[in-house]
T-cell receptor, first 113, second 112 residues
């Protein structure tokens, strides 16, 4: 049982490049989400999903796309990277019932030059 | 004003001291989470509570729903407790889904 697996751990992009952050969980969690963490700010929700085929926007969705074709996987796509997207990204998952204990991936440190 | 406020922002204490970290929120919630983020960056869920008190080892979390306040206590603190502690509240939005809002965290440093 690996929990939440998030890759890559580090990434450097040039402005305008695109990339995909991968997130997979093996706990059969319905809820999966992506957050970004910036200095002096709390974790902010980018996108979330409550099941395969269902996604919705969070607080800061602009510049990011997601899809949920399976229960296990929830990739985050940066369409055209901008320096403002330099941040640490976390994927998290939980059940939709029973208290919603969150399980986090190990994070991705992204720098956009 | 942020929906979730934590205090203090930074806390340095000697090993063995009793630690209290506070979280206040301004909205009605269905649950409150306490998370721990170690210097390496990984985030671990410590507690989820909607009333009363929970204890796990040297960690105790309490919540007062009427006062919209929660505390995280650490007894007999140890250098390995050094981390950022994050409070997050879960609430229903006007659209019928649940939203998690995070505090900015309390950075705790325990000196041997």
């Amino acid at each position: 049982n690996a929990g939440v697996t998030q890759t890559p751990k580090f990434q450097v992009l040039k402005t305008g490049q695109s990339m995909t952050l991968q997130c997979a969980q093996d706990m059969n969690h319905e809820y999966m989400s992506w957050y970004r963490q910036d200095p002096g700010m709390g974790l902010r929700l980018i996108h979330y999903s409550v099941g395969a085929g269902i996604t919705d926007q969070g607080e800061v969705p602009n510049g990011y796309n997601v899809s949920r074709s399976t229960t296990e996987d929830f990739p985050l796509r940066l369409l055209s990277a901008a320096p403002s997207q330099t941040s640490v990204y976390f994927c998290a998952s939980s059940l939709l019932t029973g208290g919603r204990k969150l399980f986090f991936g190990s994070g991705t440190q992204l720098s956009v030059l | 004003k942020n929906e979730v406020e934590q205090s203090p922002q930074n806390l340095t204490a000697q090993e063995g001291e009793f630690i209290t970290i506070n979280c206040s929120y301004s909205v009605g919630i269905s649950a409150l989470h306490w998370l721990q983020q170690h210097p390496g960056g990984g985030i671990v869920s410590l507690f989820m509570l909607s009333s009363g008190k929970k204890k796990h080892g040297r960690l105790i979390a309490t919540i007062n729903i009427q006062e919209k306040h929660s505390s995280l206590h650490i007894t007999a603190s140890h250098p390995r407790d050094s981390a950022v502690y994050i409070c997050a509240v879960l609430r229903l939005t006007n659209f019928g889904n649940e939203k998690l809002t995070f505090g900015t965290g309390t950075r705790l440093t325990i000196i041997p």
